[in-house]
């Protein structure tokens, strides 16, 4: 019977797609599947203690299990699937050329950003207020630009901010 004993990582996006390595034990004569909350997904098996697999879509915390010719399925081991930010209001929508301002975003899935751009610029700095909050320090830019945040769970949808 084939055996989890972790997984890393333990986490990831909403989308899928991240290479999940797999340890354990029991992984021969022959793995029949991986699976991540019941859906089956791609997997190579490296040796008989570890498995290399690529996370499907989801959402919340699923079990990932094994199974083999020789038993299964495994013991189920946790995944979490992160949530993609969103962002659904900027106040001001505009400012100056040299930039400077401070800009409060609004949305949801907030709490763990790592980046805020106003197009392809990263702000000056940003503070995450809360997980439907962040106070951000607009950089120099022109024109008609999309203010995107990038969390562990992917990047948002833009909301439109004006500079002049």
Known sequence: ??????LSPTSGP??????????????????????FGGVATTFTVD??????????????TVQVTVSTSSGGPS???????????SLTSVSP???PFAGGNT????????????????GGTAATSFVVVSDTQITAVAPAGSGIVQITVTAPGGTSNGETYIYG
């Open 75 to 85: 013991n189920g081991v946790p995944y979490t699937y992160l949530p993609v930010p």
């Open 14 to 35: 909403a989308s899928g797609n991240t290479s999940v390595t797999i340890t354990g034990t029991g992984f021969v004569p022959i793995v029949l599947d991986v699976t």
């Open 1 to 6: 019977m084939p055996t989890i004993t972790s």
């Open 93 to 95: 929508t505009q400012g």
């Open 47 to 60: 040796s008989s203690t570890q498995i290399t697999a690529i996370a499907p879509p989801g959402s919340g």
């Open 103 to 118: 800009v409060t975003l609004t949305g949801t899935n907030l709490t763990g950003v790592t980046a805020v751009r106003f």
